[in-house]
């Protein structure tokens, strides 16, 4: 990428982020609040494009009808000026007592009586001085707001989960191709394996801890991985992914690296298989996302396993690896073309196997794209 290619792509994206507050200061008039109060997390980077790990010290956004602008500590201040698209920074240093400011900026913003929204995912500890210092204000959640604003992915968001999903199909073609050499690792150590291709093909670290479940493990389906040696025969579900420039990859595949698997495992594989490719065909705009879970649970109930499918069809993928719209039976939520999210029916027998396929997906105007294209066979 050449410096006029990098300055170019830094233009787009701040475009991008002042649109979206715009849009988010529209929604806080319609929703009849004052300000969004955002710690650091994936709405901060969405409406900023400063991102941080949560920790200690106080660092907030507040976006009102009419202004932005960050509290934060000193040592922040250059960071922010490079990596933010809010050019308003009022810091605090170590040894002073951040709410005194906080309590300054309430009054400057004209919010301490107003209806907060604060982020789902604050600390109590900070939520709690924010009650102490605008004790006359009401509360609510920032995803009133930000949920709306998230749930449609434009194409720079879409061209960066394109990305991280071909670097899941790849490394998932590359470790399926294992074959023999899986025999006798144990699942820790494949995961290593899987974390370290991932990254060799250009991914940021993990999405989420990398799950290897082998043999019986795989009828666990929040199991991650453990020191147990993969065998001949073994079904072994493999679920992973990477970000790329924070937006994050998911892909399931249950694969038997060597061996004969189970007498009921093809029938099994087969049932989830077409059961995924049902809840695909359900995609389109203007579908409930709960059509979508029913198509898929019903061709596991008439495969004699719906009772083996015991989680909802999907989640939404975007800043973060779960977020709306849930693909679960009682969500109303109509699709719109943008929409991302996963579709991974599974079927789980209990001390013996588990299968689980999953890929994401984007709404679009006649149906939707699936975003994962490496094998799904066993």
Same mark, same amino acid.
């Given at each position: 990428?050449?410096?006029?290619?990098?300055?170019?792509?830094?233009? !787009?994206?701040?475009?991008?982020?002042?649109?979206?507050?715009?849009? *988010?200061?529209?929604?806080?008039?319609?929703?009849?609040?004052?300000?969004?109060?955002?710690?650091?997390?994936?709405?901060?980077?969405?409406?900023?494009?400063?991102?941080?790990?949560?920790?200690?010290?106080?660092?907030?956004?507040?976006?009102?009808?009419?202004?932005?602008?960050?509290?934060?500590?000193?040592?922040?201040?250059?960071?922010?000026?490079?990596?933010?698209?809010?050019?308003?920074?009022?810091?605090?240093? !170590?040894?002073?007592?951040?709410?005194?400011?906080?309590?300054?900026?309430? /009054?400057?913003?004209?919010?301490?009586?107003?209806?907060?929204?604060? !982020?789902? &995912?604050?600390?109590?500890?900070?939520?709690?001085?924010?009650?102490?210092?605008?004790?006359?204000?009401?509360?609510?959640?920032?995803?009133?707001?930000?949920?709306?604003?998230?749930?449609?992915?434009?194409?720079?968001?879409?061209?960066?989960?394109?990305?991280?999903?071909?670097?899941?199909?790849?490394?998932?073609?590359?470790?399926?191709?294992?074959?023999?050499? *899986?025999?006798?690792? &144990?699942?820790?150590?494949?995961?290593?394996?899987?974390?370290?291709?991932? &990254?060799?093909?250009?991914?940021?670290?993990?999405?989420?801890?990398?799950?290897?479940?082998?043999?019986?493990?795989?009828?666990?389906?929040?199991?991650?991985?453990? !020191?147990?040696?993969?065998?001949?025969? /073994?079904?072994?579900?493999?679920?992973?992914?990477?970000?790329?420039?924070?937006?994050?990859? /998911?892909?399931?595949?249950?694969?038997?690296?060597?061996?004969? @698997?189970?007498?009921?495992?093809?029938?099994?594989?087969?049932?989830?298989?077409?059961?995924?490719?049902?809840?695909?065909?359900?995609?389109?705009?203007?579908?409930?996302?709960?059509?979508?879970?029913?198509?898929?649970?019903?061709?596991?109930?008439?495969?004699?396993?719906?009772?083996?499918?015991?989680?909802?069809?999907?989640?939404?993928?975007?800043?973060?690896?779960?977020?709306? @719209?849930?693909?679960?039976?009682?969500?109303?939520?109509?699709? $719109?073309?943008?929409?991302?999210?996963?579709?991974?029916?599974?079927?789980?027998?209990?001390?013996?196997?588990?299968?689980?396929?999953?890929?994401?997906?984007?709404?679009? /105007?006649?149906?939707?794209?699936?975003?994962?294209?490496?094998?799904? $066979?066993?």
């Amino acid at each position: 990428m050449t410096a006029t290619d990098s300055s170019s792509t830094e233009a !787009d994206s701040s475009t991008l982020i002042h649109d979206r507050l715009d849009r *988010a200061r529209e929604t806080l008039e319609q929703e009849g609040a004052d300000a969004l109060i955002l710690f650091p997390s994936s709405n901060m980077g969405y409406l900023s494009g400063f991102q941080e790990e949560p920790m200690e010290r106080h660092l907030f956004l507040f976006v009102t009808r009419e202004e932005t602008l960050f509290l934060a500590p000193e040592m922040y201040d250059e960071q922010l000026a490079a990596e933010s698209v809010v050019s308003t920074v009022r810091t605090w240093s !170590d040894g002073d007592d951040p709410t005194v400011l906080l309590a300054a900026i309430g /009054d400057e913003l004209e919010i301490t009586s107003g209806r907060l929204l604060v !982020d789902d &995912t604050m600390w109590a500890l900070f939520t709690q001085d924010l009650r102490e210092t605008f004790p006359e204000a009401t509360f609510g959640l920032a995803s009133e707001v930000v949920d709306e604003l998230r749930l449609r992915k434009d194409e720079v968001e879409l061209e960066k989960l394109r990305s991280a999903a071909a670097i899941s199909d790849r490394v998932s073609e590359a470790v399926r191709d294992l074959g023999e050499e *899986a025999i006798g690792m &144990t699942e820790a150590e494949l995961a290593e394996e899987i974390e370290h291709r991932l &990254t060799a093909a250009g991914g940021e670290g993990v999405s989420f801890e990398t799950v290897v479940g082998s043999g019986p493990n795989g009828a666990r389906p929040h199991h991650r991985h453990t !020191d147990r040696q993969i065998e001949r025969g /073994d079904p072994v579900v493999l679920d992973f992914g990477t970000s790329v420039e924070g937006y994050p990859g /998911d892909q399931t595949r249950t694969v038997v690296f060597a061996g004969e @698997p189970p007498a009921d495992f093809e029938d099994v594989h087969s049932a989830v298989l077409a059961a995924q490719q049902a809840a695909l065909d359900a995609v389109e705009p203007g579908v409930e996302a709960q059509a979508i879970d029913r198509a898929a649970r019903e061709v596991l109930e008439n495969r004699g396993y719906g009772e083996e499918f015991v989680h909802r069809t999907g989640h939404g993928v975007g800043r973060d690896v779960h977020e709306p @719209p849930y693909i679960t039976e009682g969500n109303e939520r109509v699709l $719109e073309p943008g929409m991302v999210f996963s579709i991974e029916p599974g079927a789980y027998l209990e001390g013996e196997f588990g299968v689980r396929i999953e890929d994401l997906v984007v709404v679009t /105007d006649d149906g939707c794209e699936r975003l994962n294209r490496s094998p799904r $066979e066993w």
